[in-house]
């Protein structure tokens, strides 16, 4: 049974106070809340009154959590957390077709999909607003820093869900007329005589490829950069060869080379948290994304 003569406190009051914690002052507490120094201060002093107790112990240079205000400060970090789960819930179980939807993809998968998602979203939910993060980097989304992200690897968190939308090929690929010029190899061994495009530092798109099958020298990448665009276009003009899919090579105009001696399978999934996953407007969008992917694949992709 629940005492509720005993819960007797401000929630706004315990947020400034744990927030002063984390923080270390309440300039920077305040900060992190959007309020005033002395609105927060005055929350803290609040608090102490209430429960009766010193939380922090107050001198010009520092102030210090006392033993009683740390103590405190383990259940209502427990209490923060259940305050973000229920945010969650609630957003999970709004049944408003409206609102922000944020996808994290990488820029290439973004080109190529996303504007047919967006097209597709707005005829069925006009009220829906898409951001879309392009970006190599994984976004947090049990911290929402994305309602929706497109990964190339499984999720392993059990509080995600996801769902294998693709499995592509990954070749080695080049321009005709580079390769006209240079030579087509017609062995692994052919490629030291080449020059690479990476995605990463020489270094670890070495480290990465010979692990699968492709002893490639740091020294043989030229030229390096994370954006996906710009990979495509330096292999185009004949820059060097680069590692694509076998879609995006096709869809450029690239000529595959050694394709039985290598090849790398790369999944694509479609992640979301298990809670939003309920959220009408999320699984909107979720939805046309896999749609958007499976009718690509099913109208000519491998």
């Known amino acids: 049974m629940t005492n509720w003569t005993a819960i007797d406190f401000d929630w706004n009051q315990a947020k400034a106070f744990l927030a002063t914690v984390q923080e270390g002052s309440f300039s920077a507490a305040a900060t992190k809340l959007n309020l005033t120094q002395p609105t927060l201060s005055r929350q803290v002093s609040a608090l102490e009154a209430d429960l ?24 209502v970090r427990t209490m923060a ?23 994290t993809a990488t820029s290439v998968f973004a080109a190529k999909y996303l504007p047919t998602v967006v097209a597709k979203v707005r005829e069925q939910a006009p009220g829906i607003l898409i951001e879309v993060v392009a970006s190599n980097t994984v976004q947090d989304l049990r911290m929402r820093e994305a309602d929706i992200a497109i990964r190339h690897g499984r999720p392993e968190d059990p509080d995600l869900i996801g769902r294998l939308l693709d499995e592509s090929p990954v070749h080695l690929y080049a321009a005709s007329a580079y390769l006209d010029q240079r030579g087509r190899p017609q062995s692994l061994s052919d490629l030291d005589h080449h020059d690479f495009v990476g995605f990463d530092l020489p270094e670890k798109v070495s480290e990465g490829l010979t692990e699968r099958g492709l002893p490639l020298p740091a020294s043989s990448v030229k030229t390096y ?22 879609d995006v090579g096709e869809d450029a105009g690239l000529e595959a080379v050694l394709t039985d001696e290598f090849r790398i399978d790369i999944p694509t999934w479609l992640v979301t948290h ?7 407007r999320i699984r909107l969008v979720f939805d046309a994304i896999a749609e958007t992917v499976k009718a690509a694949t099913k109208n000519g992709r491998p």
């Open 52 to 75: 009766g107790i010193t939380l922090f112990e107050r001198n010009r240079r520092s102030l210090q959590p006392t033993e009683a205000g740390l103590a405190l400060a383990e259940h």
């Open 81 to 103: 957390g259940a305050a973000t789960q229920l945010s969650l819930e609630a957003t999970g179980r709004s049944g408003a077709v409206e609102g922000l939807v944020t996808v």
């Open 274 to 280: 298990r809670e939003l996953n309920t959220n009408r």
């Open 225 to 246: 950069t994370t954006s996906g665009e710009v990979i495509i276009a330096m292999v185009k003009a004949g820059v060097g060869l680069s590692v694509l899919t076998r």
